[in-house]
Nanobody, 121 residues
Framework: QVQLVESGGDLVQAGGSLRLSCVVS????????MGWYRQAPGKQRELVAG???????NYADSVKGRFTISRDNAKNTMYLQMNSLKPGDTAVYYC???????????????WGKGTQVTVSS
């Protein structure tokens, strides 16, 4: 069984910073592309940033220049450094990962349960 656990969400004032973490644990042969998504009340879940196993990144236009995604493959952990936070960044942030459980199986898509980020004005 594979589990993704996010942490680091909090209440912060506009202009502040937070660092989210996502740890992948369980039966893991390899973790491929990972990503952070967010969902605000009444809105659809959207991609915030993604990172391949080899460090290639992509960002939503709304967070470019403010957020930085990174990962530590040795620790099966992904991070999201969020700076210059805005009230519009308020959402539940979810971790997503493509995981190969063992060498004989394909890649499966997994999600964490989310961590709340609230930015006050």
């Amino acid at each position: 069984q594979v589990q993704l656990v996010e942490s680091g969400g909090d209440l912060v004032q506009a202009g502040g910073s937070l660092r989210l973490s996502c740890v992948v644990s369980g039966s893991i042969f390899r973790v491929n592309t990972m990503g952070w998504y967010r969902q605000a009340p009444g809105k659809q879940r959207e991609l915030v940033a993604g990172i391949t196993r080899y460090g290639i990144t992509n960002y939503a236009d709304s967070v470019k220049g403010r957020f930085t995604i990174s990962r530590d493959n040795a620790k099966n952990t992904m991070y999201l450094q969020m700076n210059s936070l805005k009230p519009g960044d308020t959402a539940v942030y979810y971790c997503n990962a493509g995981v190969i459980p063992d060498a004989t199986r394909p890649t499966y898509d997994y999600w964490g349960k989310g961590t709340q980020v609230t930015v006050s004005s």
